[in-house]
């Protein structure tokens, strides 16, 4: 039986959209590993398996200094990681740091996000959670007790 051998390489969100030919290779720039296809599986198998998906993965910038001026809105980046979250089956992990976002983030059912500890992982906004509001600037962190 004939088997096609590819070799080809893209960012994590370029793997999470592409169906490679059976038996076809590619490397994940971002996460810096292998992932087979199998034809029909949107994104493949990363041959490491990771046990979580990092914000920081999916362009969440935190803030260096502080000051809300020069912050970096990430609601595009967590949210695109929350959603993915939701399609790999992973939870999320916010490493430490001041993540800003200047809009509401949904967190899709049953995906779960935590940081590195209270104070130490942070993101400043609010959070919607089936349909209810949680405020973040008041939470002001997310550590594991955090999980939905």
Do not use: C
């Amino acid at each position: 039986m004939a088997q096609q051998l590819q070799f080809r390489r893209g960012t994590t969100a370029e793997h999470l959209t592409f169906v490679g030919a059976s038996g076809e290779l590619t490397y994940d720039s971002d996460r810096k590993t292998m992932v087979a296809h199998n034809g029909t599986q949107p994104g493949g198998f990363p041959m490491q398996r990771e046990m979580v998906i990092d914000i920081s993965v999916w362009g969440a910038v935190p803030s260096t200094d502080g000051d809300p001026q020069t912050m970096t809105n990430n609601v595009v980046a967590i949210q695109k990681a929350l959603d993915d979250a939701q399609i790999i089956g992973k939870p999320v992990y916010v490493p430490p740091g001041n993540f800003q976002i200047n809009d509401s983030l949904k967190i899709p059912n049953g995906v779960q996000i935590f940081g590195a500890g209270m104070g130490t992982s942070i993101i400043d906004g609010s959070l919607l959670v089936d349909s209810d509001s949680i405020d973040l600037a008041v939470m002001k962190a997310i550590g594991p007790e955090a999980q939905p």
